[in-house]
């Protein structure tokens, strides 16, 4: 498809492409969570597209290294294996607090932000300084 004969897809972001980046995305986002014949009646209903099960495929297919790159670059940032080197407590008593709250993320609204800790529970033993 020519730009100047179909201005719109270009602004669209579908030039050279079936589906426009938010349907894909929509479509991969699906497809992850039911069988594809499921994804695909949802689609049809909800979204009055009808897109054949090889689109479907075909769509996951391609977000697959993406997707995986996405997630490589999320597990580097956590670095699970860094916890194990942590130094070890010696208080047999652990405490646990978990916590979420809403905040307004730029550009894709509110989302739901999760905190916990883990501490060490230790009995303190203190005087009263009036009853001793």
Same mark, same amino acid.
């Given at each position: ?5 179909? $201005? ?9 492409? /079936? !589906?426009?980046? /938010?349907?894909? *995305? ?8 039911? $069988? !594809? ?8 209903? %909800?979204?009055?597209? +009808?897109? @054949?099960?090889?689109?479907?495929y075909?769509?996951v297919?391609?977000?697959s @290294?993406?997707?995986?790159t !996405?997630? &490589? ?6 670095? @699970?294996? *860094?916890? #194990?080197?942590? $130094? ?5 008593? *652990? ?10 993320? =730029?550009?894709?609204?509110? =989302? &739901? ?7 060490d %529970?230790a #009995?303190?033993? &203190? $005087?009263? @300084? +009036?009853?001793?």
């Open positions: 498809m020519d730009g100047a004969i179909f $201005p719109l897809d270009r602004q669209l972001g579908i030039e050279g492409q /079936t !589906y426009s980046r /938010t349907l894909t *995305k929509h479509l991969v986002w699906l497809s992850a969570l039911v $069988p !594809y014949a499921q994804c695909q009646q949802i689609l049809a209903r %909800i979204g009055g597209h +009808t897109i @054949p099960l090889s689109s479907l075909r769509q297919q391609q977000a @290294p993406r997707l995986q !996405y997630v &490589e670059s999320q597990q580097a940032i956590v670095q @699970p294996d *860094k916890l #194990t080197e942590l $130094p070890s407590r010696t208080a047999a008593v *652990k405490g646990v607090s978990l916590d979420g709250g809403m905040v307004n993320i =730029r550009g894709e609204g509110w =989302r &739901e932000l999760k905190i916990g800790v883990v501490f %529970i #009995t303190r033993f &203190e $005087p009263h @300084p +009036t009853r001793g």
